[in-house]
DNA sequence: AATGAATGAGCGTTCATTCAT
DNA sequence: GATGAATGAACGCTCATTCAT
């Protein structure tokens, strides 16, 4: 029994159910076979059909999944212009993610760990928006003078570590304490 | 042609070879072949001789890099008593294992991450003797009132990021910048 | 050079090959690379491809094993009424098995002694029908009072120990007086 | 720490522990490093040293075993001779060697199995001492006219099945009716 | 009489991918 | 756009045995 879906319908399909299997057992553990499974296709073969080789499956969940996260990040952001503001609602809303978003998060991270290649490209697109705006907040005199890549990397460390939106609101508490300074 | 040395001396060959295999190629890449290829043993069975079986060999490495760790970490911490210099001490001390011990510190990281029963273990080992040091920081008066789980694990998820001995110390800053409010 | 047939005609292939080195070697030799090179396939993923597992391969022996067995032993108790004679037929039909079909019912014996769950459901299969017609007999007072359940379970291992036709006709002899008595 | 017992100790722990574990696990999974650890021995390399490999071991095994049930067997009919007396205790007290020596009788039936070149042999030799008691039976008039070889291997075809002394007793009656017809 | 250390061969299973329609 | 079938390589682990004192 053949089903004809789109291809772009069935790459989704894919992805999706790439996307909770790394999120639920991890990136070595996401093999063609679990995500089939998962998917209820009928053969990894349909895998294959769709993807050129497994990199190229991860890539797609990844942009799926940085494209759904980022989409929520800039509707959050939209419209605050205080950089105290700002910062705190980056880091709370970035927290937030891990609620709302948890699977795209995960596999993000799952994925930046287990391509090594990939993990420095993904941590400058993730900081060079918070760095700009931290550079922005020196020159109008409201952060103090820190090292800005350090500081919007470490940021971004200390969301990761995060586990609750309580511990968000602790977060940027801290970081705001260390930039206004 | 059979070579046989002591159990001990054998234990520590194939424990260090796979503390810089794991370090190199990550934990999920360290099979037994790659271990022996890389300690230049005859056959993959020395390690099943040895060690009951991976976990056995895993804890073997974790705890053998730990310990290296940590000795490296008493003795740069012995005797520093204020506690702005503690930390200092710590934040740049533990990038520096980053130079100094490389292997140890990544191979670390690699077990906790592939080991999930072992992660929380180890994440309060590491942030208990930080969070003591804060805590009495706040009594003393010399450090602002903040929720000092948040900032330990804060703390430890900077260092993790960290790349660089100039990065250490920017970090430093910004911590006690923190800290000290 | 890749050779396709169907899953229906592979699978019959491996089990059949499969139930012939259980019975030639025993269960526990009948490993993978035997049955394969019994078999002529080309590597031993064709039946990893093929069976879940070795225990769904070994079911799938079973099953074919008996199936072809109980079709047997029905056709050849067909139409008999009388008790006494349904007991010789009974007994010198399961004899005569082990000349016509002598894999199957090794195999069957064979994966029944080594997987021990399975025993004690095959031995009440097997007694079953048997129980039932001696009762019926009793009922019926063709055959004198003993217990059911030690009589059936004494034939099947009294046919278990037959090697010969010969043998069978003398056993059917004795429990036919054991059981007229 | 190196303890030295007689060679004649050291081989009867290793046999005793072989038997336990026969008994316990299945010939198959009796290896050296399950016996080793169940006699509670400090490596493989002692039953290596006492037995010149795992053939030798199981026959010292199957000989002991048998040994021991032999010299209950005559122990218990010693002094019986009326033939149907010798019948029942025959039946019943093989029946009863399941109770008090279940290593033994388990230990000998698995190497049995295990060993294809053995079971013939001590098919017979267990059959023949009944076999001469049925023939001698027959010359008395006491039994009917059967093959004595066929009932002497049913009778142990069904003491081999028997799970209980009460089945133990119903089959020494079954058994009885056959004989004496 | 005993030991410590080492070993080659084999096991079932999983992997992503490729052949052939 | 989709499938069924096949594949070689690698995995951790267990086996009885042997080397060398």
Redesign the pocket.
Known sequence: ???????AA?RKQITEAATEVIAADGYQ??????IVEHAG??????????FR???DLMMAVLIAAIGTVDERMTARLDGVTDRVGMLRGYIESQVGLLRTHPAQVKAIREIAQNLPDLAPVLADFRVGRLARQLTQGQREGVFAEFDVRVMARTIASGIDGADSEDYGRELADLFIRACVG
């Open positions: 029994m053949q089903v004809t879906v789109t291809e069935r553990r996401a093999s063609y076979a679990r296709l009928s053969s990894t073969r349909l895998i294959s059909y769709h080789d497994k990199n």
